[in-house]
């Protein structure tokens, strides 16, 4: 095992994730569908980390940004363990949330925010004096932003199951996720979905709401139009009266 501080082969890169070779080796050159560069680069820019030696003909990369990427797609937990398999089938996804390997943001200017275990309270503390800060939920362990999948987003947002919030935004329900990750996997920020929860109560009054009114009254009261006070109809049951005088009784 290499030691800490130093750069990783490719074959380290496999050992320390548990994968084969073949499949560090896509981490290193197969360029993401949705985002183009391969997926270590794509954790190295994110990080602002420098990889000159990932052009190599033998690649090698930082152990921090392997750490990183490990710990962002769900194969390593805070503390560098293995993360376990989540159970069940289907595409394979972190048994718990990730941590996203981008330094925190809290200004609106896009500035980073320092990272220590108690960047949660400063922030909050900070939020009630000045407004143009972000409010972002971090993991206390790593002072980073974490990142939710299916499997843990559902809860959170206040669905039943995974399957009923599946089911949602495959018919375009919910709201789009923060996030693609290295591996081509949605994923979203906890503030994200607890802003969901909370809008449950005004989507359901709007969902059992009847239709707007067709119109006020002088003192500003809401009316509808019945069936037979609305021209058009009236205009129809005269034409479907004088249609049934015409026919011959029987």
């Known amino acids: 095992m290499a030691r800490r501080g130093d750069l990783l082969t490719l074959n380290e890169i496999a050992d320390l994730a548990g994968v084969s070779k073949q499949s560090a080796s896509k981490w290193h050159h197969q360029a993401r569908k949705t985002g183009g560069e391969p997926p270590l680069r794509l954790v190295a820019k994110a990080m602002g980390a420098k990889i000159p030696e990932a052009n190599d003909d033998s690649p090698r990369y930082p152990r921090r940004v392997v750490i990183a990427f490990l710990q962002a797609v769900g194969y390593m937990n805070a503390d560098e363990s293995p993360m376990e398999r989540r159970e069940g089938k289907g595409k394979w996804s972190p048994a718990r949330p990730t941590i996203d390997p981008r330094p925190i943001e809290r200004f609106s200017t896009g500035q980073p925010e320092a990272e220590d275990s108690d960047a949660e309270e400063q922030g909050a503390e900070r939020s009630?004096?000045?407004?143009?800060?972000?409010?972002?939920?971090v993991d206390r362990s790593t002072g980073r932003r974490l990142r939710y999948y299916n499997a843990h987003a559902w809860k959170i947002a206040g669905f039943g199951s995974e399957n009923s919030f599946t089911s949602s935004r495959t018919r375009g329900r919910f709201v789009d996720p923060d996030g693609i990750d290295e591996l081509e996997r949605p994923y979203w920020f906890r503030e994200t979905l607890e802003q969901w929860a909370a809008g449950a109560e005004d989507r359901k009054a709007a969902r059992y709401s009847g239709p707007e009114p067709d119109g006020f009254t002088v003192e500003g009261q809401p009316f509808r139009l019945l069936p037979?006070?609305?021209?058009?109809a009236k205009k129809a049951a005269a034409q479907a009266s004088r249609a049934g005088k015409g026919k011959p009784s029987k």
């Open 228 to 232: 037979g006070d609305n021209y058009y």
């Open 128 to 137: 009630e004096t000045e407004p143009s800060r972000k409010s972002f939920h």
